[in-house]
């Protein structure tokens, strides 16, 4: 099955993108490692729009309808060097598949930068992938 994770042996699924306001005020930027990975060995996954063509783009998914923690406050980027640079709240190209195995996984990054929010816990917002098909590797 191909999912999000959280380490490069793909062991720990991602719950989600979640951000952590103590008190009301100014926070920092939080920089995170996302996988994007197979763990059936026999699987490639692609774009269901042109398999092997299109690519495979990650959005950020909000559940709160913007009532919450705003997507906008997602930056990411395939390297941690980017974030700075990168388009708050737009999607991101990871290519045309992802193969199977560990090996495989296609990492980027993900910074929560939301300059100042009320304290409490945000987690309406998470990672989610355009329409994808599996195909048996040869």
């Known amino acids: 099955m191909i999912g999000f994770f959280d380490d490069s042996g793909l062991s720990v699924r991602s719950t989600g993108l979640t951000a952590i306001q103590a008190t009301t005020g100014a926070s920092a930027a939080v920089d995170r490692e996302v996988f994007l990975g197979v763990t059936d060995t026999g699987r490639a996954w692609y774009a ?13 998914a909000d559940s709160a309808g913007g009532t919450s923690l705003l997507p906008s406050s997602i930056r990411m980027a395939l390297l941690s060097a980017n974030l700075g640079s990168a388009t708050p709240g737009a999607s991101l190209t990871i290519g045309t598949a992802v193969q199977p195995g560990s090996i495989n996984a296609v990492s980027f990054w993900v910074r929560i930068d939301a300059p100042v929010f009320a304290a409490g816990i945000y987690s309406n917002l998470s990672l989610t992938t355009n329409d994808l098909i599996s195909q048996a590797v040869a």
């Open 48 to 60: 269901a729009s042109d398999p092997g063509t299109d690519n495979i783009v990650v959005s950020i």
